[in-house]
């Protein structure tokens, strides 16, 4: 764990993924000190209930090179026995082995390579995650986003429904397990999980609407059911967005449920100068010795 200022490090901030965001939008721009944790760098096409059952386990499914193979994923096969989808990651006609779990296949480590460097890693990041969720003095809050476009645990198919009535309905009945999970595990930890749709970047009239429902819906009549968990939106990146503004909708989220004050705010951008300046001084040396 990287030693930090305590009025900086108030919350700990866990990614759930579905993918990088989380740390590269939110946690890399506003919790520079927070060190690497297992779900930071991953695709998880499976959702929370992967999420829980791996932390249910304590990571135990992640400790031998046996534990990780390399698979074809639909999302990165387009041979002719798959057959061609749309939303997969390659042209068609081309298949790429991708790093996943034995148990959990819909995971995918697309930044990693199946040595023992990795597995070494992954180890790391396990356990500075089990050592955050043993802290009770200060809030965990989980991030996860579902994406609008994937289908419901990696499911693909050209004649799947990608609706997103039936993504919202999963994103809501998995957090209510995951945190249902989390409680069960760690009873005296202090937590909330933020459950995230990520929208198109534009307005679209099969999704944005039903997306304003829902929330409203939320915000409207919370439940029992609902308690610890937040719902929200955040936009997804595309090549057009010259004015950045997916990163501006996570800082959105920062601004919206990570910080209690302006104050807060303020000391927080501060205090957290140092952290940034040493990374991009570690950049700039890292082009100098290419």
């Known amino acids: 764990m990287k030693n930090s200022h305590p ?3 108030n919350l700990n901030i866990i990614s759930l993924g579905a993918g990088c965001a989380i740390r590269t939008e939110l946690i890399r721009k506003y919790f520079p000190e927070q060190p690497t944790l297992f779900f930071d760098y991953l695709g998880n096409f499976d959702g929370l209930d992967s999420c829980a059952q791996i932390i ?3 990571f135990q499914d992640f400790q031998e090179m046996d534990d ?3 698979s074809p994923h639909p999302k990165w096969n387009t041979d002719c026995e798959l057959k061609p989808i749309s939303l997969c990651a390659n042209p068609q006609g081309i298949a790429q082995n991708v790093l996943v779990g034995k148990k959990f296949p819909d995971i995918i480590f697309y930044h990693y390579q199946h040595t023992t460097d990795t597995l070494q890693s992954f180890k790391r990041k396990s356990e500075r995650f089990k050592k955050l969720l043993q802290e009770t003095e200060r809030q965990t809050i ?10 419901v645990n990696s499911i693909y198919a050209e004649d799947h429904d990608y ?3 039936v993504k ?3 994103l809501e009945s998995e957090s209510i397990r995951f945190r249902d999970a989390i409680a069960e595990k760690y009873p005296a930890l202090p937590f909330t999980l933020i459950a995230l749709i990520m929208e198109p970047f534009t307005f679209d009239e099969h999704v944005t609407p039903a997306i304003d429902e829902f929330l409203r819906q939320k915000t409207l009549s919370p439940s029992l059911s609902a308690r610890k968990i937040i719902y929200d939106r955040v ?4 090549p057009e967005d010259t004015r950045k503004i997916s990163s501006k909708s996570w800082g959105r989220i920062y601004r919206k449920h990570l910080v209690t004050s302006p104050i807060m705010r303020m000391g927080k951008a501060c205090l957290a100068l140092p952290f940034k300046i040493k990374a991009i001084i570690h950049k700039l040396r890292k082009k100098r010795a290419r």
């Open 7 to 9: 009025f900086i490090n």
């Open 56 to 58: 249910k386990n304590d």
């Open 235 to 238: 936009l997804s990146s595309a």
């Open 68 to 70: 990780l193979f390399l």
């Open 163 to 165: 609706s997103i009535q």
């Open 142 to 151: 989980f991030l996860y986003y579902r994406q609008y476009n994937e289908p």
């Open 168 to 170: 919202l309905a999963k």
